[in-house]
């Protein structure tokens, strides 16, 4: 039997994006963000979520989306990365998809240069981008948060 993985799919400006289902945590509605002075320019702000502060990503500015205010009926998607907790600005939580490993395109042959997005997957009425977390970061932003961080705790 060939190995398959879960992703939880979600909408930001009309395109479908998923992060694989182990990283997920939950999916809140958007809170009041608090500024994060000298954070990168990706990170919106900073969370408190049962104690513990979590930085705000901007997916719209990583992708070059159209920018906008966060509103009441925008979601929070938290999910785990190797070093930290994070909350990821999204439209809408929209389903778990399961997919075949072989069934996962390799975005490099595809769309050279997105270290952010590990691959894609075909539906009947278009594609889903997989979004690797891990990279969404580069190392030198990974450092300014860091710091950043580190006035909040």
Same mark, same amino acid.
Request: no cysteine; glycine share 4%; aromatic share 6%.
């Given at each position: 039997?060939?190995?398959?993985?879960?992703?939880?799919?979600?909408?930001?400006?009309?395109?479908?994006?998923?992060?694989?289902?182990?990283?997920?945590?939950?999916? *809140?509605?958007?809170?009041?963000?608090?500024?994060?002075?000298?954070?990168?320019?990706?990170?919106?702000?900073?969370?408190?979520?049962?104690?513990?502060?979590?930085?705000?990503?901007?997916?719209?500015?990583?992708?070059?989306?159209?920018?906008?205010?966060?509103?009441?009926? %925008?979601?929070?998607?938290?999910?785990?990365?190797?070093?930290?907790?994070?909350?990821?600005?999204?439209?809408?939580?929209? %389903?778990?998809?399961?997919?075949?490993?072989?069934?996962?395109?390799?975005?490099?042959?595809?769309?050279?240069?997105?270290?952010? *997005?590990?691959?894609?997957?075909?539906? %009947?009425?278009?594609?889903?981008?997989?979004?690797?977390?891990?990279?969404?970061?580069?190392?030198?932003?990974?450092?300014?948060?860091?710091?950043?961080?580190?006035?909040?705790?």
């Amino acid at each position: 039997m060939e190995m398959t993985n879960q992703y939880v799919v979600f909408l930001l400006d009309g395109q479908r994006y998923a992060l694989s289902l182990p990283t997920v945590r939950r999916v *809140v509605r958007a809170v009041e963000i608090t500024p994060l002075p000298d954070a990168p320019a990706i990170v919106h702000g900073a969370i408190n979520v049962e104690g513990e502060i979590i930085p705000v990503f901007n997916l719209r500015r990583r992708f070059l989306l159209p920018e906008r205010e966060i509103n009441i009926n %925008d979601q929070f998607l938290i999910a785990s990365t190797n070093h930290r907790r994070v909350a990821l600005v999204i439209d809408a939580a929209q %389903d778990v998809i399961e997919y075949k490993l072989s069934e996962v395109i390799a975005l490099d042959t595809v769309i050279p240069g997105l270290e952010q *997005v590990h691959g894609l997957v075909k539906f %009947d009425d278009g594609l889903v981008l997989i979004h690797d977390l891990e990279s969404f970061l580069s190392p030198s932003e990974v450092r300014t948060l860091e710091k950043a961080m580190e006035i909040l705790q």
